[in-house]
């Protein structure tokens, strides 16, 4: 049994061993009868790279046939360029002579990768090939572990849950190799309350030690909830979330926080679910939405008294879409077999008049003075047809879109789906027609205006779990970014330079969402004009 497991694993290793096609050697294999030739080759690219993916030498074939397109990676040097200086075919051995460039004041430590062509008519069978990278001048550094091995380490050691890629960076001290790793918004696992923190972290190249970690505590814990509602530098308004053993849907408490106090009040318990809350324009009264066995009802609360009472019209049960007008009245939508009536309700009559129909599911809704802004739901497309509209029979066709308001200025905005780059940009409409913002990276996710001139966009970053928090000048077309955070739902409080969001961290057994307050002032700063 000893010597079949023994043949079983020299075996396995042959094969490894022959199906290897990266080499890393001073002198390139010698090969008895088979004389080495050189071969064309171009080079087409070379990047220093500093991603630390892999640190020891390889060659990718990206191109089969008789022009092979190579990506060569000597490993990890210290380096100011590389070049090759021959690449030679001796049998099925590919030879490719690298000499790395010295010149001190440009020198770094980096992974280069070099893009070659090669053109050979002999070359027809790529995959039985070996590929051998030859130093001509230098040795590779050799690390135990890569970025990837180091990150998982300093994730298990220092139990953090980070929710996006931190920024790293490989350097020297001295003879010493350190890797410097710094974490923005990641949740402390070992605070019971998963306090977000930026983190910065030394460790040992070599040994994969942690030599230093700095935590920086960003966030002040507020509550467990999801945020409905905000009322600049004074409240916000959440939900708790309950779930019943039985299985039938749980339930929902409606919250008030006092910004200025830090205190929080239960104002309402539902039976059910609660799907949105409003503040009125004077923060005397509350409107929410609660829906439950398959009908939904629109409730008023007032704040001083803590009492709530149902508005829902009779005969009309499913208000799906709210809207405060002034501080008396609300407006609200009841959607059911794809007709929408529009109710106004008058807080101090205490009754609600139907203003008009649609024969049309309405998505959402926005009110600058007599006019009306809908969003016609459409669940084959992700952009709806947006209308403005004074009494729902003379149409005006805006565009397609989806998140439409008005804008302080009576303008609209609204974002609008890239399909084929899966992509959301901004537009603004004021009549004479569009101006769109369009950013070349990243796809607008959110937005809301901030004073008279200016918006605050949440763009999504497709490389990593961030969101980026944007200023955009509506009149100059320009924009400013100048945080990441972890959630594309974002209260801002400008004066005070804090975030208000609610997030689950991935940690947390029971999924319970956190509101938290952070200080945008100590996430990592973005240098980036538009």
């Known amino acids: 049994m000893k010597k079949i497991l023994f043949l079983s694993i020299l075996i396995l290793l042959c094969v490894i061993a022959l199906a290897c096609s990266i080499v890393d050697k001073d002198e390139p294999p010698i090969m008895e009868g088979v004389e080495e030739e050189s071969i064309d080759y171009e080079i087409e690219k070379i990047v220093l790279s500093k991603g630390f993916q892999s640190l020891s030498p390889n060659t990718e074939v990206l191109k089969k046939g008789t022009r092979l397109k190579l990506l060569v990676s000597p490993g990890l040097l210290e380096s100011s360029g590389v070049t090759i200086d021959n690449i030679t075919k001796a049998g099925n051995e590919i030879n490719i002579y690298v000499r790395n460039l010295t010149d001190e004041e440009k020198q770094q430590l980096s992974t280069p990768q070099i893009l070659v062509k090669i053109d050979d008519p002999l070359i027809k069978k790529s995959d039985e090939l070996h590929f051998n990278i030859v130093g001509q001048n230098y040795k590779p550094i050799p690390l135990k572990l890569d970025k990837n ?5 300093v994730y298990s050691d220092l139990k953090i849950e980070p929710t996006s890629i931190p920024a790293i960076e490989l350097t020297k001290v001295g003879d010493n190799l350190i890797w410097n790793i710094s974490f923005s918004n990641v949740f402390n696992t070992e605070d019971s309350q998963f306090s977000l923190v930026n983190l910065d972290v030394v460790v040992d190249a070599d040994t994969g030690d942690i030599v230093e970690s700095i935590k920086d505590n960003i966030s002040t814990y507020i509550d467990k909830g999801i945020l409905l509602d905000y009322i600049p530098h004074k409240a916000l308004l959440y939900k708790r979330e309950y779930e019943e053993d039985e299985g039938d849907g749980g ?77 008396n009245r609300l407006y609200f939508m009841n959607v059911e077999d794809s007709k929408t009536i529009l109710f106004e309700y008058n807080v101090d009559k205490d009754k609600s008049i139907n203003k008009f129909y649609v024969n049309m599911d309405i998505e959402s809704f926005d009110i600058k003075d007599d006019d009306i802004l809908l969003v016609a739901y459409d669940e084959t497309r992700r952009n709806r047809n947006i209308y403005v509209t004074k009494d729902g029979k003379d149409m005006i066709s805006i565009g397609i879109g989806f998140q439409a308001t008005f804008l302080s200025d009576g303008s609209i905005a609204y974002l609008r789906n890239i399909e084929k780059e899966d992509k959301n940009v901004l537009y603004v409409y004021n009549g004479d027609g569009d101006t769109e913002y369009k950013d ?91």
Not at 498 to 512: E, Q, T
Request: proline share 3%; aromatic share 10%; glycine share 2%.
């Open 149 to 153: 091995q180091i990150l998982n380490k």
């Open 251 to 327: 339930y929902d408490s409606l919250w008030i926080y006092d910004i200025e106090t830090e205190s929080k009040k239960n104002l309402y318990t539902s039976r059910h679910r609660i799907s949105s809350a409003q503040f009125n324009p004077d923060n005397e009264h509350i409107s929410f939405i609660e829906t439950g066995e398959g009908v939904s009802d629109i409730y008023i609360a007032s704040i001083s008294d803590e009492k709530a009472h149902r508005i829902t019209p009779a005969n009309n049960l499913s208000p799906k879409t709210m809207k405060w007008v002034d501080d």
């Open 440 to 530: 070349s990276e990243y796809s607008i996710i959110n937005y809301f205006q901030l004073g008279n001139d200016d918006m605050i966009l949440t763009k999504k970053d497709s490389c990593n779990n961030e969101y980026i928090i944007t200023r955009y000048d509506i009149s100059e077309k320009t924009t400013k970014s100048f945080a990441y955070i972890n959630t594309n739902k974002v209260f801002y409080d400008e004066e005070k330079i804090l975030a208000y969001i609610d997030i689950a961290p991935p940690i947390d057994k029971d999924k319970h969402n956190i509101i938290y307050s952070v200080d945008l002032s100590r996430l990592n700063a973005i240098d980036e004009v538009d």
